[in-house]
């Protein structure tokens, strides 16, 4: 009898493991029966601790300005949340990331330097695709030269508008102060791909044309070299390529009107001494990925509640806790 008892023991206990590996495996498996959809509903449950295992992939394409963050953010979360999980960063830039978003099975997240435009959104919902503004930090537009430039350290506003301006009626340094040199000025940026460039144009330069001389670039690491070999120019982009690029470059400090303010985490805030080249980055999810697909929502809550902690080292200043919060809440409110 003794005997008798411990097999059907065994047996019993032989089910409950069969049945415990099924689960395991169906984690993530896009079959649509009712018994998967509970197994995802639990794993929805209990995805912003880390303690469903899920697998499958997140896409993420957009900006070049956001990429150092979003990488950062994705690196950790395969690292130390989900190992089964494969979160692609790409940076195509955020326009060109905004056709690869914006289309039928398109990208789980696009990161973007800039807001979405009218008719971009307008694209979304013609595809009936439900769209969500995530800001994820605060970027400071910095303008660098070559370390050995020793006359442009500290320019106005003005000076710099008309540097890039086309109508700006500067062509040389000595056109700026009679005391710098009377050597041509090498205007470079980012090209119309990213978001940066958009913003300048937009908000700095209020639509003007750029001078048909600036040399702009797709890839940021090509203008980070081009400066580091021009003592004649000067550059626009995003702070956290300066600060990654110190070796080979230096930031203009920018006179506001109140003296002049170097471009740094403590300066760059929406009310803050570097506000009027001040900008929030975002990145914007597909809500209907998010919906369908766990590890999509999973890894939004983990970028949110983990921005601020990132941001720094990558060269953002962080958003308010109150709007992380807000965020949070509503991709909470999704599972």
Known sequence: MIAALAVIVVACGGTSAENNNTETNQVGDANTNETNNN????????????????????????????????SRLAE????????????????AGTSAGFEKFLVENGTDFNDASREIKDEEAATADELGIEVKELKVALDGLTF??????????????????????????????????????????????????????????????EKADLVGTTNLQQ???TLVNLISEDINGIAFFGFGYYVNNQDK????????????????????AEDGDYAPFTRPVFTYLNVNHAKEKPQVLDYAI????????????TGFAPIPDVEVQEYVEFLEGLQ
């Open 249 to 268: 470059l230096q930031a203009v400090n920018v006179d506001f009107g109140d003296g002049p303010v170097e471009p740094s985490l403590d300066t760059i």
């Open 76 to 91: 950790e979360y395969m690292l130390t949340e989900q190992e089964n999980v494969s979160v692609e960063v790409s940076r």
């Open 302 to 313: 983990y970028a949110m509640n983990h921005i601020n902690q990132f941001a720094g080292e």
């Open 144 to 205: 660098v030269v070559h370390p050995d430039n020793d006359w442009a350290t500290e320019l106005t506003e003005e000076e710099l508008i008309s540097i890039f301006h086309a109508d700006g009626g500067v062509t040389k340094w000595s056109d700026i102060n009679p005391d710098f040199p009377d050597e041509e000025i090498q205007p470079y940026g980012p090209n119309e791909n990213h978001g940066t460039y958009e913003f300048f144009w937009e908000n700095i330069l």
């Open 39 to 70: 197994e995802q509903e639990e794993n929805n449950n209990g995805s912003n601790n880390g303690s469903a295992d899920l697998e499958g992939s997140v896409v993420i394409d957009g900006s070049g300005t956001v990429f150092p963050l979003m």
């Open 219 to 221: 890839e940021y690491s």
